[in-house]
């Protein structure tokens, strides 16, 4: 059974920083494609960041420069780290996992930057 755990979510004032990490079970980070997605209030769910079996890494345009997306293997965790933020990144924050075409999502970590 897969299980997506996200931690370290919190307020941080803007321009601040903070460290998301997903920690899987029943699935291997290395050799699947995880990537962590957000929903801000009554705005649909979008891709933050992923990184594919092959550690390769892409974002989206509103966090590239100030997000980066990495993986642990011994602890079998992906984290992201969240630098610069801004009120606008404020929302619940979700990893997500492929694992043999089946998609599995965390419970969310909430993240709220203040102005």
């Known amino acids: 059974q897969v299980q997506l755990v996200e931690s370290g979510g919190g307020l941080v004032q803007a321009g601040g920083s903070l460290r998301l990490s997903c920690a899987a079970s029943g699935i291997t980070v290395s050799n699947n494609f995880v990537a962590w997605y957000r929903q801000a209030p009554e705005k649909q769910r979008e891709l933050v960041a992923y990184i594919t079996s092959g550690r390769t890494t892409n974002y989206a345009d509103s966090v590239r420069g100030r997000f980066t997306v990495s993986r642990d293997t011994a602890s079998n965790t992906v984290n992201l780290q969240m630098n610069s933020l801004k009120p606008e990144d404020t929302a619940v924050y979700y990893c997500?996992?492929?694992?043999?075409?089946?998609?599995?999502w965390g419970q969310g970590t909430q993240v709220t930057v203040s102005s």
């Open positions: 997500n996992a492929v694992k043999f075409s089946t998609v599995y």
